[in-house]
T-cell receptor, first 116, second 112 residues
Framework: GAVVSQHPSRVICKSGTSVKIECRSL??????MFWYRQFPKKSLMLMAT?????????EQGVEKDKFLINHASLTLSTLTVTSAHPEDSSFYIC????????????FGPGTRLTVL | GEDVEQSLFLSVREGDSSVINCTYT??????LYWYKQEPGAGLQLLTY?????DMKQDQRLTVLLNKKDKHLSLRIADTQTGDSAIYFC????????????FGAGTRLAVHP
């Protein structure tokens, strides 16, 4: 149980294009999903908290117009990196908190974004 | 402020016990977590402990929490090569916020 998937697992794009990453909870409903960014050999940095049916809450220093988050259903959240640049290259990981649970977050496998 | 610290590297011999340590600063956390990350993969929840507990054991894993010293440890008994990974501790906060604060991760290397 508590499986979270991400798609795509790896994407390479040209500078200036937009990339959409999907995060799905496969066997549970997730009221809240989280988007993290992980730099090489570094910890996870929380980018934003996404609640189903409402606007995402962004952490300080994260540009909401750059990283668009949509949480349209209880099993799907998307992160769109708009006008991507090489400095946006990173490992993006989502997590989901089950509606019925307390605080435990279940993580997706991550998406490796490379911007050329 | 919120800060979680871990040593960056640990090397153990196969069959020995591994102890990964973590310290944190914010005592208002509700849960403390241990996650495992293998190369190129996401995070796998290993275990967690409620902040009012001292110890939790789950098969080869033992979590110790010293709330007074704000110190958390993960002991892996009979460490195997498959345990080689990065281990993250994280503080969890409830009350609608649900934010996780991660340490930098400890890379565990298991050698024969």
């Amino acid at each position: 149980g508590a499986v979270v998937s991400q798609h795509p697992s790896r994407v390479i794009c040209k500078s200036g294009t937009s990339v959409k990453i999907e995060c799905r909870s496969l066997d549970f409903q997730a009221t809240t999903m989280f988007w993290y960014r992980q730099f090489p050999k570094k910890s996870l940095m929380l980018m934003a908290t996404s609640n189903e049916g409402s606007k995402a809450t962004y952490e300080q220093g994260v540009e909401k117009d750059k990283f668009l988050i949509n949480h349209a259903s209880l099993t799907l959240s998307t992160l769109t990196v708009t006008s991507a640049h090489p400095e946006d290259s990173s490992f993006y990981i989502c997590s989901a908190r089950a509606t019925s649970s307390t605080d435990t977050q279940y993580f997706g496998p991550g998406t490796r974004l490379t911007v050329l | 402020g919120e800060d979680v610290e871990q040593s960056l590297f640990l090397s153990v011999r196969e069959g020995d016990s591994s102890v990964i340590n973590c310290t944190y600063t914010d005592s208002s956390s509700t849960y403390l977590y241990w996650y495992k990350q293998e190369p190129g993969a996401g995070l796998q929840l290993l275990t967690y402990i409620f902040s009012n507990m001292d110890m939790k054991q789950d098969q080869r894993l033992t979590v110790l929490l010293n709330k007074k010293d704000k110190h958390l440890s993960l002991r892996i008994a009979d460490t195997q090569t498959g345990d080689s990974a990065i281990y993250f501790c994280a503080e969890g906060f409830s009350g609608g916020y649900n934010k996780l604060i991660f340490g930098a991760g400890t890379r565990l290397a298991v050698h024969p």
